[in-house]
């Protein structure tokens, strides 16, 4: 199978699956997108099947190219591990890796947990933080590699495109995983009186989807109060529930028990949201802390399709 499925093909194959443009793959792999659309095309040849249905505005996934996800992902696993095993090479050291709750409640356990066992030997440290935070935290050098939002420039239809953000450490740098859009989720039940402000459920500053909220409501020239704060994604999840406001929330993530907020509300668009993965500089970090931070960014890129799509059971 492995003479039938060259990994580079593969490798570009996630990377325009996970970010549905030809541009933006070629941009994080570092190749021309005559490359990305040559791997494409040769993946589809030897697969026999088209894996991406596109037009002048958008790429999807086939059914097909939805099955290759699966397949891809365990071909480069293998790929990696027979490579690792038969190069000797043992990642070594301390990883300070930061995360944003969002991806704790959905995929991420399962990449750590594959990272660990091919690198047991890497002591991972883990911090849950909001992604205004972590962000902050890796610009003073507590942290080695942090997956967290990052604010893309405006509304729909700027897909892609990169703008001014709430601080220096979210500029134009980081690896893009994904992008998708914010919108404003509540409880099935929840009716908004338009002539009262609009019941917000919020995380506190340096929250990148609190600040959205505010700014295309002001923007709107919308009244709102704050019905809730908190830094704890679950507790904002069970208010939500509980029908005592709407949060901007991503749509690829939406939580159990909650439902996007009908356009008939008359709430702005919240725009898009990157995905990003940003590496420390640490002075004087050991050799080993780069390799390790390396290694779990490749891992997460390659399984950056599983990040949005919520587990199983409750959240």
Known sequence: ???????????????????????????????????????????????????????????????????????????????????????????????????????????????????????PEVDLELTVELSGTLHEQ?????????????????????????????????????????????????????????????????FPPPGITRARALEVLEAQGRAWRIACTSTSLSALVAAARAGLGVMAHTRGLIPPGLVPVPARAGLPELGDVDFVLLHGHRAGAPHGTQEAADALAAAILAGGDRLHRPAGGPQ
């Open 138 to 202: 890796l610009e003073a050098g507590r942290l080695d590699l942090v997956l967290a939002k990052r604010r893309t420039s405006g509304t729909r239809g700027t897909r892609g495109t990169r703008g001014s953000s709430t601080s220096g450490a979210q500029g134009a740098h980081g690896e893009l995983v994904w992008q998708d859009a914010l919108i404003w989720i509540g409880a099935p039940q929840l009716r908004l009186d338009p002539d009262r402000p609009v019941p917000l459920i919020v």
């Open 1 to 119: 199978m492995g003479s039938v499925y060259d990994p580079a093909q593969l490798r570009t194959f996630l990377a325009v699956a996970q970010t549905l443009s030809f541009t933006q793959a070629a941009r994080r792999l570092g190749v021309r997108q005559s490359t990305v659309s040559q791997h494409v095309r040769r993946l589809e040849e030897a697969a026999g099947r088209q894996l991406f249905s596109r037009d002048t505005h958008s790429v999807q996934l086939t059914e097909d190219g939805e099955a290759m996800l699966g397949f891809a992902r365990t071909i480069l696993e293998a790929h990696e591990r027979a490579a690792a095993f038969f190069t000797g090479t043992r990642l070594r050291g301390r990883l300070r890796f930061g995360a944003s709750e969002d991806f704790v409640l959905t995929r991420l356990p399962e990449i750590l947990e594959s990272f660990r066992r091919d690198h």
